[in-house]
């Protein structure tokens, strides 16, 4: 039996003052700022400036083998409520990375999904996202989906798809938007959802008009976009804001 097996109070490991303090090769902590296992420890909460790291790599490259667990396999869930969540992966042969966004998604190539609400009782198509060029030479692949359920029309739901492409330093170009699944069963004889785009300069605005047989509109949209290269294999995409 140890002598630190036998002791009881409060051991501070730590000053105020002091850089560092290291404990063997493993450290088991029960309990963190009188945080005690089966409670919630909070690490970080109400950050406003700066940034966590959680496991970087032992050689601060992307090459690390390393394994992060979050969560284990039997949790219940493992909650994030971030706005903008990104995970960042290899792109394969060549160089760069892609990202995987959930939340608005910038000029970097990225498989991202954006949603955005909408509850109004106008009958006009509704402005739902700023897709802007990255000003170079590329065609970008999109699926949008429109689910809701409106006066007078019942529950619809809508998937279809369309290509933004920028064939110059000035214009983009959409192209027109293919249904892939269009479904509302209590206006069988309804029409799909409208699907159009303004453009000004490098930035189109896709609208959305739900309103078919309806008195008012109520829909989420959930845009995907997914990654693609402009000239000179640049992973570059147009960047996506929901309005």
């Known amino acids: ?137 590329t065609s970008q692949y999109y699926e949008i989906v429109v689910s809701g359920s409106n006066g007078n029309r019942g529950a619809y739901s809508y998937k279809g798809c369309f290509v933004l492409e920028l064939q110059n330093a000035s214009t983009v170009l959409p192209s027109d938007v293919s249904t892939l699944f269009f479904l509302c069963g209590f206006q069988p004889t309804s029409v799909p959802p409208v699907i159009s785009f303004s453009v000004s300069g490098l930035t189109a605005t896709l609208r959305v008009d739900a309103s078919s047989f309806s008195s008012n509109q109520q829909f989420i949209t959930t845009l995907t976009a997914y990654p693609t290269l402009s000239l000179g294999d640049t992973l570059q995409d147009f960047a996506i804001t929901a309005i």
């Open 1 to 137: 039996m140890s002598v630190l097996s036998e002791f009881k109070g409060n051991v501070n490991l730590s000053s105020d003052t002091s850089t560092s303090t290291t404990v063997g090769n493993t450290l088991k902590v029960n309990t963190i700022q009188g945080k005690a296992v089966g409670d919630t420890l909070a690490i970080g909460n109400n950050l406003t400036t700066g940034t966590i790291t959680i496991g970087t790599a032992l050689d601060g490259t992307t090459t690390s083998n390393g394994l992060i667990t979050i969560g284990s396999t039997t949790a219940t869930s493992v909650t994030t409520t971030a706005e903008l969540i990104k995970k960042i992966v290899p792109a394969g042969a060549g160089t760069g990375t892609i990202e995987v966004v959930t939340g608005n998604a910038s000029n970097i190539s990225s498989l991202s999904t954006t949603f955005n609400r909408k509850s109004t009782s106008s009958l006009t198509p509704l402005d739902c996202y700023t897709i802007a060029s990255p000003n170079n030479f």
